[in-house]
Nanobody
Framework: QVQLVESGGGSVQAGGSLRLSCTAT????????IGWFRQPPGKEREGVAARYTNGGRTYYADSLKGRFTISQDNAKKTMYLQMNSLKPEDTAMYYC???????????????????WGQGTQVTVSS
């Protein structure tokens, strides 16, 4: 079973940056899709970004391309989400999620994670 530990949320002014971290424990960092979802206040959860640990195929929500970057550190078994030029509408609870996959097909988009982190709050003030 994959356990996900998140960190890095917080409060920032519009235009600022934050980096979220998601460390996978209790499982090899191979052949898994890891990504983030977010849920703004009063809205439904939406996919943000995802990356397949083998080969590095990435997915981004169209509205976030160019501002958010997902990357990985295999030695630390950690996936990062660098968020730049943050806007008030980026305010949400961000959840790290993962699914074991034999290939990168299906990583991102409408994928259905099997494992979830505890969530970390990101608040962007204007």
């Amino acid at each position: 079973q994959v356990q996900l530990v998140e960190s890095g949320g917080g409060s920032v002014q519009a235009g600022g940056s934050l980096r979220l971290s998601c460390t996978a424990t209790r499982y090899s960092f191979s052949y898994i899709c890891i990504g983030w979802f977010r849920q703004p206040p009063g809205k439904e959860r939406e996919g943000v970004a995802a990356r397949y640990t083998n080969g590095g195929r990435t997915y981004y929500a169209d509205s976030l391309k160019g501002r958010f970057t997902i990357s990985q550190d295999n030695a630390k078994k950690t996936m990062y989400l660098q968020m730049n030029s943050l806007k008030p509408e980026d305010t949400a609870m961000y959840y790290c999620a993962a699914a074991r996959m034999a290939s990168s097909t299906g990583c991102g988009g409408t994928w259905a994670p099997s494992y979830w982190g505890q969530g970390t709050q990101v608040t962007v003030s204007s």
